[in-house]
């Protein structure tokens, strides 16, 4: 039996509101937002096209080491970190905040990304 950390699951952006309050994920996302108050990155990927998911990432573990160009506007990043809390997606649009939250545990850019081919590695799943 192994006392390590559970591995993460690697999943859409789009696909977080699946899963539950406490599970370990791998997504990428592209930063939308940044509140410096809250210390919170909005992310999303429009994959599956026309998809609207956004996600609030809290990097409160991550602010002694974040570099700025990790929380610029357009930036693509590769998160691991844990379910925090999910609503319905009618709930979030009510209050205008993201349906899922995650706290981050390690948070890197996405440097040399060929979007297509990251978005093929799922094609299985969303059909």
């Known amino acids: 039996m ?10 859409l952006l789009s696909n977080l509101h699946t899963k539950h ?7 990428l996302g592209c930063v ?3 509140s410096t108050r809250s210390a919170t990155l909005t992310l999303q990927h429009e994959y599956p096209k ?3 998911a956004a996600v609030g990432v809290d990097v409160t573990l991550l602010l002694e080491n974040l570099k700025s160009e990790q929380t610029e506007i357009g930036q ?3 998160v691991i970190g844990y379910i925090t809390s999910q609503m319905s ?4 649009m009510t209050s205008h905040t993201s349906s899922t ?19 093929r ?6 059909e």
């Open 89 to 92: 997606a009618q709930a979030a």
């Open 76 to 78: 693509w990043v590769h």
């Open 2 to 11: 192994s006392g390590g950390p559970l591995p993460s699951v690697r999943c």
């Open 32 to 34: 939308t937002a940044y």
């Open 101 to 119: 939250a995650v706290q981050a545990l390690v948070l890197w850019i996405a440097e040399d990304l060929d979007i297509l081919a990251y978005e």
């Open 50 to 52: 026309d998809n609207k």
């Open 121 to 126: 590695t799922f094609v299985s799943e969303i």
């Open 21 to 27: 309050v406490g599970d370990k994920v791998r997504f």
